[in-house]
């Protein structure tokens, strides 16, 4: 089991490096502490706003990385990585200046500079990361934007397991309590049980209450995925989803975080949030509405 689980994810880390992620085989250069790549997180800083990140370390000096990464760990446990991702933040020392750890693509037209920090966005996707300060429990993978993680995946191959092996091992190993990379909000951002036949994902680690909706094409109108004789049925995650244009459109615009009052009832009012990922069905109709609107507009 353990050969074919490695195969399986030998091949879906050779068809991302060759669309441009980088891939690490172990977990060397990790933070588990704060759930961060650090080496990515300043390679982006330093290569895409230069001025900000001068000002900073002049003022910071000898310690300026590790104030820097102490208060991105602090504005991710405030705003979480998606509002990090979308709105930036500042940092005393930065002369006022806003460090942004991504640039997404705009709706209509690139100028110069921001097809140059488009290009510069570092996705990277490391295999067994051991990201418990408790224990020694890793996960198979873990996807990461500029440093910041986004995504993990528990892999499985229908040979020996399935989907819900890895759907279990989410509920009963991966307890999120004072983990980062785990933690609603703070962490990644979605979490994919990922075998050869079948994908599920949630937005929320809750243990045992963990609640996993399809992430499957459907197959003539039924659950699961159309048989791929050329090689996985699941392939669409790295072939469709995982590609890096479309994986930045999906982080920059597809994920919501949605919050509802809800009156409880002793008649305080309490907010609930929940991340929204898109489905595979709703990705594939909103993509297919673009492309129809770029065909009437022309080239």
């Given at each position: 089991?353990?050969?074919?689980?490695?195969?399986?994810?030998n091949?879906?880390?050779?068809?991302l490096?060759?669309?441009?992620?980088?891939?690490?085989?172990?977990?060397?250069?990790?933070?588990?502490?704060?759930?961060?790549?650090?080496?990515?997180?300043?390679?982006?800083?330093?290569?895409?706003?230069?001025?900000a990140?001068?000002?900073?370390?002049?003022?910071?000096?000898?310690?300026?990385?590790?104030?820097?990464?102490?208060r991105?760990a602090?504005?991710?446990?405030?705003?979480g990585t998606?509002g990090?991702?979308?709105?930036?933040?500042?940092?005393?020392?930065?002369?006022?200046?806003?460090?942004?750890m991504?640039?997404?693509?705009?709706a209509?037209?690139?100028?110069?500079?921001?097809?140059?920090?488009?290009?510069?966005?570092?996705?990277?996707?490391?295999?067994?990361v051991?990201?418990?300060?408790?224990n020694?429990?890793?996960?198979?993978?873990v996807?990461?934007?500029?440093?910041?993680?986004?995504?993990t995946?528990?892999?499985?191959?229908?040979?020996?397991?399935?989907i819900?092996?890895?759907?279990?091992?989410?509920?009963?190993?991966?307890?999120?309590?004072?983990e980062?990379?785990?933690t609603?909000?703070?962490?990644?951002?979605?979490?994919?049980?990922?075998?050869?036949?079948?994908?599920?994902?949630?937005?929320?680690?809750?243990?045992?209450?963990?609640f996993?909706?399809?992430?499957?094409?459907?197959?003539?109108r039924?659950?699961?995925?159309p048989?791929?004789?050329?090689?996985?049925d699941?392939?669409?995650?790295?072939?469709?989803?995982?590609?890096?244009?479309?994986?930045?459109?999906i982080?920059?615009?597809?994920?919501?975080?949605?919050?509802k009052r809800?009156?409880?009832?002793?008649?305080?009012?309490?907010?609930?949030?929940t991340?929204?990922?898109?489905?595979?069905?709703?990705?594939?109709?909103?993509n297919?509405?673009?492309?129809?609107q770029?065909?009437?507009?022309?080239?």
């Amino acid at each position: 089991p353990i050969h074919n689980e490695i195969e399986f994810e030998n091949d879906v880390c050779s068809h991302l490096e060759a669309q441009g992620w980088q891939v690490s085989l172990n977990d060397t250069g990790y933070d588990r502490e704060r759930a961060l790549f650090p080496e990515d997180v300043f390679a982006w800083i330093k290569e895409t706003q230069p001025k900000a990140w001068e000002k900073f370390a002049d003022h910071h000096g000898a310690n300026a990385e590790a104030e820097f990464l102490k208060r991105l760990a602090k504005v991710l446990e405030e705003e979480g990585t998606l509002g990090v991702l979308r709105n930036g933040f500042k940092a005393v020392g930065a002369g006022g200046a806003e460090f942004r750890m991504v640039q997404f693509r705009p709706a209509h037209g690139l100028n110069p500079d921001i097809e140059e920090r488009y290009r510069a966005n570092r996705l990277r996707v490391v295999r067994q990361v051991h990201y418990s300060t408790k224990n020694q429990n890793s996960i198979d993978l873990v996807l990461f934007l500029n440093g910041l993680p986004v995504a993990t995946i528990e892999v499985k191959t229908q040979f020996t397991q399935s989907i819900e092996d890895a759907k279990a091992q989410y509920r009963n190993d991966r307890d999120p309590k004072n983990e980062p990379l785990l933690t609603f909000k703070r962490g990644a951002l979605v979490h994919f049980a990922l075998s050869t036949e079948e994908i599920a994902m949630t937005t929320r680690l809750a243990g045992s209450k963990t609640f996993f909706l399809p992430f499957n094409k459907g197959n003539q109108r039924k659950a699961g995925n159309p048989p791929n004789p050329n090689g996985y049925d699941t392939h669409y995650l790295w072939d469709e989803i995982l590609v890096p244009e479309m994986w930045l459109r999906i982080l920059g615009s597809f994920i919501q975080l949605e919050r509802k009052r809800e009156k409880q009832p002793d008649g305080k009012f309490i907010t609930k949030e929940t991340m929204i990922f898109p489905r595979y069905h709703q990705l594939s109709a909103v993509n297919q509405l673009v492309a129809l609107q770029e065909g009437r507009r022309g080239p």
